[in-house]
């Protein structure tokens, strides 16, 4: 191992070398040892012995007592994304015509600025792959601002797209579809209920080019994403319809008795949990008719229909002595 030659580098060595080793109180061997950054000291916070003190404070110069003033006197750039095709490391020209003074800046400056503004677009992207995520990753973001899911999301979609960039799985295929299917497979990683309809009605593509292509990215990829799960659609559902927690609670127990009896195989998880929930309205004296449920959960009547007979079979009632009065059901128990 080659040694460190200048004074700078060994001092730097021990700092890393006394950062690596645990810290433990010469008084009680108690390994709880707190810095107080207030202080500048090391405390040990079982026996309150100070076992170093005028210690270096790393941090700014500055102090902020609020989140504004934080933002206000930081300066450091925003943190790196994988949402942008650079990172969001590259240098980006204002669009206001203005000098750091906030005076408007002479025609003959603004028609410069006008120009540099123009190439520094051009030259962010060097090649045909850039370009291709810089046009990816854009309609990742649209996609996932009209569809309403957090950052995160749009972070974890942009990062399977460049994955599958990088395996050249992209050729042959339309950028807009890996992308869809992309930020499909990210709501299903992070757990964020969009059906593969919601999906395609903000897409450019067909729902069945999506559906093809996500399977094509998730095998190749090795996403090894679990299936569906109908009950995480029922908070959104049931709050689309006003629906209260009770009702909610009445078509999670419905799922659960019915995917134990094994009726969830091959069916749809968004018109299972639709079905839940219209069973669960009539139950619970909340009543909404099915054309209602099926435009918030984006299924068919007939769906809702089918699933929910099944559904209220699976729950232990019976149809035999059924009284139907417009939208009211008279159920016996067996």
């Excluded at 990816?136 to 599958?164: F, H, K, N, Q, W």
């Excluded at 080019?209 to 679990?226: A, F």
């Excluded at 127990?253 to 091959?266: K, M, N, P, R, T």
């Amino acid at each position: 191992m080659e040694r460190p030659t200048s004074q700078r580098q060994r001092e730097q060595a021990t700092a890393d070398e006394s950062t690596n080793e645990t810290l433990s109180c010469p008084e009680c061997d108690s390994s709880e040892v707190i810095q107080d950054a207030d202080q500048g000291e090391l405390v040990c916070d079982d026996c309150g012995l100070v076992i170093d003190e005028r210690q270096i404070d790393r941090g700014p110069e500055w102090r902020a007592f609020n989140h504004s003033e934080r933002q206000e006197k930081s300066r450091v750039g925003a943190p790196t994304t994988q949402t942008m095709h650079d990172k969001g490391l590259t240098t980006t020209i204002d669009w206001k015509d203005k000098d750091a003074y906030g005076r408007s800046i002479s025609s003959e400056k603004r028609s410069q600025m006008h120009r540099l503004r123009k190439w520094q677009e051009r030259i962010r992207t060097k090649d045909a792959g850039e370009r291709n995520l810089q046009f990816a990753l854009s309609e990742i973001d649209r996609m996932a601002s009209a569809l309403g899911v957090p950052r995160s999301v749009r972070e974890v979609a942009s990062v399977i797209y460049r994955r599958a960039l990088d395996e050249d799985l992209i050729r042959g295929r339309s950028i807009e579809g890996v992308a869809t299917s992309a930020l499909y497979a990210a709501c299903r990683q992070e757990g964020i209920p969009r059906s593969l309809d919601e999906v395609a009605d903000v897409s450019r593509v067909s729902q069945k080019e999506i559906g093809r292509t996500y399977r094509y990215i998730s095998q190749e990829l090795g996403l090894e994403l679990k299936p569906v799960d109908p009950k995480s659609f029922v908070p959104r559902f049931a709050s689309s319809l006003e629906l209260s927690e009770e009702v909610q609670a009445k078509a999670t127990e419905i799922i659960d008795v019915s995917a134990e009896q094994g009726l969830l195989s091959g069916k749809s998880p968004t018109g299972f949990a639709a079905a839940a929930i219209y069973a669960a309205s009539l139950l619970c004296n909340e009543k909404k008719t099915q054309r209602e449920v099926a435009d918030v959960a984006q299924v068919t009547e007939v769906t809702i229909r089918n699933r929910y007979q099944e559904q209220i079979e699976a729950m232990g009632f019976r149809w035999d002595d059924m009284i139907c009065l417009g939208w009211e059901f008279t159920l016996h128990i067996l």
